[in-house]
């Protein structure tokens, strides 16, 4: 039996009933149980408990709260700086907490690689979410889901990804991040264009707004705080808490 809740502990069947109210990544049988949480909820550490049956560990680390990093390299004007990356459309919608968001469609060109009628195995593309207002170069709580190769928009290719929305009621910016050189940078998209051609930069405050309803509300207070995470697997979660 699995739980989630706080007071009432409510009993849930399956997982894809939690999934609705956090982000879980599957992992393989016996795996640890990982809680990555943002830094800025480390001082409220002792405001979580855990709830698990089976045998599974818990690790709390401040290290656990950053995922691979980045390498992001947005106005370096390397070569494997995207020479054109746009998140496309929508550029807002509004969704119930837990639900499945709608497509979502970036753009990359990237000259000598996106030309031709077909995905390019270099390229690499993702759409993410964090916090609204936050900047996904520098802010590494940004949630991220890999696209898939949709189609040739020119001498662009256009990747098409959905995402589960997050637990709490708010607004979250989001956008793409697509790398052409299999993983290793990544050239972050905005709204009107960024990447290496003359006269694109990327800008934080041009990205995608998602407006969050019917979910959980944000906590006043580190008081309210309560429990969060509950599991009964061998299940690693990411919680995306609102700013305060
Ligand atoms: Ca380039
Ligand atoms: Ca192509
Ligand atoms: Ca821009």
Known sequence: MCYRGTADLTPITSFAAWNLLAQQFTRPATAVVLLLYGAHLMSDLQKFFLLFAGTISVLLSANLARADPINWVNETNQLSEADFVKLVTPLSFILNAGAITPNIDGEVYESGATESANANASIQAFVGYGNAGTNP?????????????????????????????????????????????????????DSDGAGSNAGLTFDSSQLGTMTVVNGLSVPDSADTFALLLIACGAIAFRLLLPPR
């Open 137 to 189: 170069l520098i802010d590494t709580s940004w949630i991220w889901f890999a696209a898939t190769w949709y189609g040739q928009v020119g001498n662009n290719d256009q990747y098409r990804a959905q995402f589960t929305a997050p637990a709490y009621n708010g607004t979250y910016a989001y956008t793409y991040r697509f790398s052409v050189d299999s993983g290793s940078t990544f050239t972050a998209a």
